[in-house]
């Protein structure tokens, strides 16, 4: 009988070891699975962040930029935040930009352009004398925690926030038309 007994408890013992083991190794799961969660959602609004202060800087640029005396007008914008953004460490930013606005105002840009009618230029307030610019903004990065990740980063696909804005451009006209 106290064989039996000990045999049982040995068999109670080894299930409430493995039973105990498979609900440690979910928590680390779970844990895991939490951590890259926070990372990807860090990485996601630190990319918004960077959309919205690349909008403002292209809208600075246009504004800085002589459209006439430079015979062009600043239409991209790219650079990389960090160590390397390929490897995913840092962020690839890409911005776009096209105008709207008074053929005098735009008549450098190239083709992406609409261009609004062509009345005398007397008053800035006018829609027809508002130069404004569609700003595109593609912040680009790569998840770091990613399993296919090897030394070149070739492996990682990259994830894109894209923001599109709508920017007035406010300067003085007479600088735009000497």
């Excluded at 039973?19 to 959602?41: D, E, H, M, P």
């Excluded at 914008?77 to 709207?100: E, L």
């Excluded at 595109?136 to 990613?146: A, L």
């Excluded at 030394?151 to 923001?163: D, E, L, Q």
Aim: glycine content about 6%.
């Amino acid at each position: 009988m106290n064989k039996q007994r000990r045999a049982f408890s040995m068999l109670v013992a080894i299930f409430v070891i493995m039973i105990l083991s498979l609900v440690a190794s979910y928590i680390f799961y779970a844990n895991s699975t939490t951590a890259k969660v926070g990372q990807l959602q860090y990485q996601r609004e630190q990319a918004m962040l960077l959309a919205r202060s690349y909008t403002e800087y292209a809208v600075l640029a246009i504004q800085g930029h002589n459209r006439v005396a430079n015979n062009d007008c600043v239409n991209e914008i790219d650079t990389d935040i960090g160590a390397n953004p390929a490897q995913g460490q840092g962020f690839r930013v890409i911005v776009k930009i096209s105008y709207i606005g008074n053929q005098k105002y735009i008549q450098n840009c190239g083709a992406k352009t609409a261009q609004l009618a062509d009345p005398d230029i007397t008053d800035p307030t006018k829609p027809e004398d508002t130069l404004m610019a569609i700003v595109d903004v593609y912040v680009k990065y790569k998840d770091i925690q990613h399993q296919g990740l090897n030394n070149a980063g070739n492996n990682i696909p990259w994830h894109t926030y894209h923001r599109r804005s709508l920017q007035k451009i406010w300067e003085n006209l007479e600088k735009l038309l000497v």
